[in-house]
T-cell receptor, first 113, second 112 residues
Framework: SQQGEEDPQALSIQEGENATMNCSYK?????LQWYRQNSGRGLVHLIL?????REKHSGRLRVTLDTSKKSSSLLITASRAADTASYFC?????????????FGQGTRLTINP | DAGITQSPRHKVTETGTPVTLRCHQT?????MYWYRQDPGHGLRLIHY???????DKGEVSDGYSVSRSKTEDFLLTLESATSSQTSVYFC???????????FGEGSRLTVL
């Protein structure tokens, strides 16, 4: 079963608007990461937030983490056409007795010019 | 750019044939991973390595084997490819210190 699940699965907004994506997970975590994937490319790390942090910023990105609700959100402010991509959250989970990074299915973001 | 190269980038093969995908890294990262990406499933971990000759299974390891004889190379082998193994395969590495994964560009495999 998925450790992290993103919501919505797809999001389409106008350029300049803010985009918010959510991630829910099931078990306790040490950290949560967000990645971006452009079409046909590999994933690129955006930001990592630790379980004892509540909010983190990186440029136009703002990530929040609510461990009591087992959820995180990624906010992209003042979106640009170049932000069009899929965004994945990843959490550490136990697989075969070892901690590994588990990815959700992603949110496909489309920024319309 | 973490210097991760996957080869081949595209491959079409027939059911029952063996296939080997190669991941080469120049960062001297200790940990290396193979994921597959399929619509509706996101990325799923196949196998991983925590050092030379040290490998272990991920969540979808059936039908796959791996080898790591050098720090820089991690090979994924499909002994007898099946149509269900049609997918995009990604290699990733990490030093383990920050938790950040660095991904290759992917290898698209089609099994007919």
């Amino acid at each position: 079963s998925q450790q992290g699940e993103e919501d919505p699965q797809a999001l389409s907004i106008q350029e300049g608007e803010n985009a918010t994506m959510n991630c829910s997970y099931k078990t306790s975590i040490n950290n949560l990461q967000w990645y971006r994937q452009n079409s046909g490319r590999g994933l690129v790390h955006l930001i990592l937030i630790r379980s004892n942090e509540r909010e983190k910023h990186s440029g136009r990105l703002r990530v929040t983490l609510d461990t009591s609700k087992k959820s995180s959100s990624l906010l992209i402010t003042a979106s640009r056409a170049a932000d069009t991509a899929s965004y994945f959250c990843a959490t550490d989970a136990e697989i075969q007795g070892a901690q590994k990074l588990v990815f959700g299915q992603g949110t496909r973001l489309t920024i319309n010019p | 750019d973490a210097g991760i190269t996957q080869s081949p980038r595209h491959k079409v093969t027939e059911t029952g044939t063996p296939v080997t995908l190669r991941c080469h890294q120049t960062e001297n990262h200790r940990y290396m991973y193979w994921y597959r990406q399929d619509p509706g499933h996101g990325l799923r971990l196949i196998h991983y390595s925590y050092g030379v000759k040290d490998t272990d299974k991920g969540e979808v390891s059936d039908g796959y084997s791996v080898s790591r004889s050098k720090t820089e190379d991690f090979l994924l082998t499909l002994e007898s490819a099946t149509s269900s193994q049609t997918s995009v395969y990604f290699c990733a590495t990490t030093s383990g210190l920050t938790g950040e994964l660095f991904f290759g560009e992917g290898s698209r495999l089609t099994v007919l």
